[in-house]
């Protein structure tokens, strides 16, 4: 399984749509080939339309404000006494985490369409609150698919979606969670794609929309990239890019340029939620040796059981607690080309703790798994290593677990 170069990671699969012939595809039901098609190929042809390249960088620049700070955490360096240790802080993109970047590509792909309507399905509530934005931003009517039970625990996340005027579907099948509100929003399209476009808010579903949000997140490594060349004059001899795993698309959008450089120069780390210490449950299909399978459309390694009944995942973060992974990051971890790994709860939280007390920064749950592993390997790594990790999310998300866990006030 080969990694070729100079190929956007995105397009390097077969015409079935699998990443080294066994990831991804589109398992989908056969009403909803048209519209995938349909998709398909509009996107084939604006992604090499300058005027829609040119109008997605003026969205990126003037809405969501990119590009966001690349910092050097100073004082958190000189506690662990190794490498150096760096941020990409993508939490300050607009909405306060990278979501926002396929969001706003999938609303000018919605209005590129003809479309006035655009639809979504969120689990935590944060794929639903970008596109709510996007909508909002772009004059088009929003209806998320959320499960019930969803819907009850993520209430603040629910306000700020209908604040921004769209519309919230519960979902009462099966466990009234994402799994069943990702269902239901498929089936919505299959009898709407005419007036309505469907977002998928990872790097995950049908191959059409692995490659859109890996296309839309690339954008932090671009940026990265000229940070990198303006910081340190060319790329560093020693680097290593840390990122959470969810569905993958925030480590997708930070490595997508490194991937070519030699793993010895530029090494790429991915954290998946561990869960709890305590409980045999995580969130951590690549690292825990989970086994392939298929979710949401596309064959992934996911949390299974030896029937193939997808297991209950727990984490800590709602962003990383999903029981699949992109088909791209299974296929970059069998080329050898990434590690993955994995954080508990506990260790994202001492990480949360450890660099609000020392830094300004404040990573939400997820980015905190990304720093657990920086803390972890920094304090053994020469001063000329640079590790940067991406701050994909903002912790005032947070603010109630960690209030209730680490009793501190957030600022
Ligand atoms: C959604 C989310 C994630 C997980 O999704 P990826 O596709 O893996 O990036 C991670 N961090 C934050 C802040 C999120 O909102």
Redesign the pocket.
């Given at each position: 399984m080969k990694i070729k170069k100079k190929i956007p990671l995105i397009d390097q699969h077969d015409k079935n749509g699998f990443w080294g012939g066994k990831f991804g595809g589109n398992f989908i039901p056969e009403t909803l080939k048209k519209p995938v098609d349909d998709l398909t190929k509009l996107f084939a042809k604006i992604r090499k339309d300058k005027n829609f390249i040119k109008k997605r960088d003026y969205y990126f620049k003037n809405y969501v404000g990119a590009p966001t700070p690349f910092i050097k955490l100073n004082n958190l360096t000189n506690y662990l006494g190794g490498a150096q240790i760096w941020a990409k802080v993508v939490?300050e993109a607009n909405g306060g985490?990278?979501?926002i970047y396929n969001a706003t590509v999938h609303a000018l792909i919605c209005k590129k369409a003809g479309k006035k309507y655009v639809i979504g399905d969120t689990g935590?509530g944060?794929?639903g609150k970008m596109l709510s934005m996007a909508a909002k931003k772009f004059d088009l009517k929003c209806k998320i698919f959320m499960g019930a039970k969803d819907i009850k625990r993520q209430k603040p996340n629910c306000d700020a979606m209908r604040k921004n005027g769209a519309e919230i579907v519960p979902v009462y099948s099966g466990s009234q969670t994402l799994v069943d509100a990702v269902s239901e929003c498929m089936r919505y399209w299959v009898s709407n794609c005419d007036t309505t476009h469907m977002c998928v808010?990872?790097?995950v579903g049908p191959n059409i929309f692995v490659k859109i949000c890996g296309w839309s997140t690339a954008q932090i490594s671009r940026e990265l990239k000229i940070q990198l060349k303006s910081e340190f004059n060319a790329i560093p001899k020693k680097l290593k890019l840390i990122n959470?795993?969810?569905?993958?698309?925030?480590?997708y959008g930070f490595w997508s340029e490194f991937i070519d450089y030699n793993k010895k120069q530029i090494e790429l780390i991915g954290v998946e939620a561990g869960g709890p210490k305590k409980s045999k449950l995580h969130a951590a299909p690549l690292s825990k040796g989970a086994k392939l399978g298929i979710l949401h459309g596309s064959a992934s390694y996911v949390c299974q059981n030896n029937e193939g009944q997808i297991n209950e995942t727990e984490s800590i973060?709602a962003?990383?607690d999903?029981p699949g992974v992109?088909p791209i990051h299974c296929f970059l971890k069998d080329a050898g080309r990434a590690r993955y790994t994995y954080a508990s709860d506990e260790e994202a939280l001492n990480a949360y703790k450890l660099v609000t007390e020392l830094e300004s920064i404040s990573p939400?749950l997820?980015?905190a798994h990304a720093f657990a592993e920086a803390i972890k390997i920094a304090p053994k790594l020469s001063k000329d290593t640079i590790i940067i990790c991406n701050s994909?999310?903002d912790s005032y998300k947070d603010r109630d677990i960690l209030k209730k866990r680490l009793d501190k006030h957030i600022k």
């Open positions: 939490s985490a990278h979501k935590a944060y794929a808010g990872s790097t959470c795993i969810g569905g993958g698309s925030s480590a973060s962003g990383l999903y992109s939400s997820e980015p994909c999310g």
